[in-house]
């Protein structure tokens, strides 16, 4: 399903009650659509989306923006002749090698976050 006014939709099918379940994608709030076909679905998806953004003008709250895909980044000359170095080595472009790399180092945050208890 393409994304909606930049929302990205990220789709399952529940045998129990088979219908196909949404939810938006890197939204904070939780924007969840149901349709028992793809065509209703997609439906479901546009509605939910519309509403949700109505629900942020009429309550005068900033709706979530999504993920543009794009990041800004600077970094010294020698971190930078680094990266180059090792995205070389990995037969990759800079961006290729920055974006799996952060991936991957933002993975093991999340993971490890969940796992760590915090004692005061």
């Known amino acids: ?5 930049g929302y990205v939709p990220s789709i399952w099918y529940e045998e129990e009650d088979q219908a196909f ?12 659509f149901t349709g028992a076909s793809v065509e209703t679905l997609t439906k479901a998806f546009h509605d939910s989306v ?4 109505r629900w942020a003008q009429e309550d005068g709250f900033e709706p979530e923006k999504p993920y543009s ?10 971190h930078h002749r680094l990266i180059s170095q090792a995205a070389s ?18 993975e093991e945050t ?3 976050g969940m796992t760590k208890v915090n004692i005061r």
């Open 50 to 53: 519309d509403d949700y953004l």
């Open 110 to 112: 999340l993971r490890d």
């Open 69 to 78: 895909g794009k990041l800004a980044f600077r970094t010294t000359p020698e």
């Open 21 to 32: 379940h949404g939810l938006v994608e890197g939204a904070r709030d939780m924007i969840h």
């Open 1 to 5: 399903m393409k994304s909606y006014k």
């Open 89 to 106: 080595r990995e037969k990759q472009s800079i961006n290729q090698w920055i974006d799996e790399t952060l991936a991957k180092a933002a």
